[in-house]
């Protein structure tokens, strides 16, 4: 066993839906990581891991609980990768598509340093992963610029923001950490990140019937240019409902709301929900987390 661990990892696992969540138990802390299989690992093999123990933004429709407990060191960081790839014996170079992001629990920006560090031995132990960094946008100076040079440097990082809305007062509701950068100044970080990498940014969308108007297309159409920026729609649920059932009953909205985008030429992604519902397996800690914390 690793010896950053207190104990063996504990894995949940949804075997109809290839994913898998694994539970970390580091000094005074816990993180988890989730890992998803598309049709098998060669195919496609995505891991999402935390980069926080617990997180201080508190989103409010995650089920962090707005509980936050410390930074991952960046051993603590890669060890989730380690640990999960030996598990499952994946050989990560027979891997058509094999995305390492950093969304499952916790705020990069706010940890930077350590996920720095982290990408840095992640692109040389695995030289074909792609390393997506999904960020809220904390008013962090420094570490942005940081993060260009980072991204200039290793070809296969990406960057996501979370954004939920097309208006900050509504945005700010939604996520209601305060020294975060405005809609405006993400689209003009996102420019700049994509002048200086010649790689578009992700916006992370979650759609439900309050911001998936035809006005709300039009306002984003407006902010964030299709040649610059792509969209990854799913779906806002309360801490108490599983996103399976509130991305099923929303879906049909979802595809409605991106077929504007389509046909504009945007790139687009929808989240699939696999595993949320049975093991909490998108990102921010559920229930087993939570509980841990409550006891803590």
């Known amino acids: 066993m690793n010896s950053l661990l207190e104990k063996e990892p504990i894995c949940l696992e949804d075997p109809d839906q290839n994913v898998w969540k694994y539970i970390f138990h580091f000094e005074n802390a816990i993180a988890e990581a989730v890992l998803y299989r598309y049709n098998s ?43 999960i790839i030996e598990n499952k014996n994946i050989n990560t170079q027979d891997c058509n598509k094999f995305q390492i992001m950093f969304m499952s629990m916790g705020e990069p920006f706010l940890n930077y340093f350590n996920v720095e560090n982290t990408i840095a031995i992640l692109a040389q132990t695995f030289p074909n992963a792609q390393l997506l960094v999904s960020t809220i946008a904390p008013r962090k100076e420094e570490e942005l610029k940081r993060f260009i040079s980072l991204s200039k440097n290793i070809p296969k990082v990406g960057l996501q923001f979370s954004i939920h809305s097309v208006y900050d007062n509504e945005r700010n509701k939604i996520i209601p950490y305060k020294n975060k950068l405005d809609l405006v100044e993400i689209r003009d970080y996102g420019v700049e990140w994509w002048h200086n990498t010649g790689r578009k940014v992700y916006l992370n969308y979650c759609v439900n019937a309050q911001n998936s108007t035809v006005e709300n297309f039009t306002e984003l159409r407006k902010l964030f240019p299709p040649n610059v920026f792509c969209f990854t729609f799913s779906v806002i649920c309360s801490k108490d409902e599983t996103m399976k059932d509130a991305g099923y009953r929303n879906l049909d909205k ?40 409550k006891n803590s």
Do not use: H, M
């Open 41 to 83: 690992f060669e195919e496609r093999t995505v891991l999402c891991v935390s980069v926080q123990s617990g997180c201080p933004v508190g989103c409010t429709f995650c089920g962090t609980g707005n509980k936050f407990i410390r930074n991952l060191t960046f051993n603590e960081i890669v060890s989730q990768v380690n640990y």
């Open 254 to 293: 979802i595809r409605e709301f991106e077929r504007y985008f389509l046909n504009i030429g945007y790139d687009t992604r929808i989240f699939d929900p696999a595993g949320q519902d049975s093991i909490g397996g998108g990102c921010g800690q559920l229930f087993y987390v939570q509980n841990f914390l």
